[in-house]
Nanobody, 127 residues
Framework: QVQLVESGGGMVQVGDSLSLSCASS????????MGWFRQAPGKERDFVAA????????YYADSVKGRFTISRDNAKNTVYLQMNNLKPEDTAVYYC????????????????????WGQGTQVTVSS
């Protein structure tokens, strides 16, 4: 059974940094692309960042480019999201997602591309 468990969320102030982690089990982590998505109240789930199986290719939403960094440690079966210079509009529940990397193509991934999802972790940025 595949499990993705996010951690690291919390309440911070504008301009602060926060690091999210997502620990996986039940899948061969090194063969899966990983993604982060977020959903604010009353809004759809939006793409934030993704990383291919080797870590050599990453994708970012325009809204977070230059502020967020996705990375992975295949030895620890964990994907990370370093978030810097946080803004109130970053407030959302952040979800980790996984899918088999092969066949993903080269375009920016969408939520429908992913098969496995975590339960989410809340990030709140106050001004």
């Amino acid at each position: 059974q595949v499990q993705l468990v996010e951690s690291g969320g919390g309440m911070v102030q504008v301009g602060d940094s926060l690091s999210l982690s997502c620990a996986s089990s039940g899948l061969t982590f090194s063969t899966h692309a990983m993604g982060w998505f977020r959903q604010a109240p009353g809004k759809e789930r939006d793409f934030v960042a993704a990383i291919r199986r080797s870590g050599g290719t990453t994708y970012y939403a325009d809204s977070v480019k230059g502020r967020f960094t996705i990375s992975r440690d295949n030895a620890k079966n964990t994907v990370y999201l370093q978030m810097n210079n946080l803004k109130p509009e970053d407030t959302a529940v952040y979800y980790c997602a996984a899918r088999w990397d092969y066949g993903l193509g080269s375009r920016k991934p969408m939520s429908t591309d992913f098969d496995y999802w975590g339960q989410g972790t809340q990030v709140t940025v106050s001004s």
